[in-house]
């Protein structure tokens, strides 16, 4: 077995280069998604003690269980995102620690690489579509009631 050159060390930390930019904006998604949990998670904490002091008022309750169910639907899709995520990250670093076994085992992993990049997109592509999901909830939930916009307009 031949061992590798600095040459060859070089070219697959160039060959890497590419997966590690994916890790980084795969970060930044992770970013936003737990950004939003966190956001879902303090407005239901908001929701229950409002649901707990309208206890007595049926409208406001119902309101409150609505936009609760509605919480809980966003923050399971947030978790799916973030758990598909970081799936998607797992399997770009077994694909960067495979581009660097193909060179210093010298053995033909081409097979295996191509299968962690298609299951890492697979995942990506689970985990945005899930976010899309939670998105289209959100706007589902924050739409403004047209009462409130008739009998709290201005008058021009």
Known sequence: MQTPSSHDIVQIIQLS????FLIAGIGTLLNVLTSRLARV???????????????????????HLNELRILDKR??????????????ILLVCLLIVTLFSVELIAIDLSRIVAILFI???????????????????????LRVRAELLVSKSPKF
């Not at 280069?17 to 590690?20: L, Y």
Request: charged fraction near 15%; proline fraction near 2%; charge should be neutral.
């Open 17 to 20: 280069i590419a997966p590690v």
């Open 119 to 141: 299951a890492t997109m697979a995942s990506l592509i689970g985990g945005l579509t899930c976010f899309l999901i939670e998105i289209s909830y959100a706007r589902k939930s």
């Open 75 to 88: 923050m399971t899709w947030i978790h799916n995102a973030i758990m598909l995520s970081t799936l998607a």
């Open 41 to 63: 998670v303090d407005r239901g904490r908001v929701i229950e003690h409002m649901l707990a002091a309208s206890s007595d008022q049926h409208d406001h309750a119902n309101r």
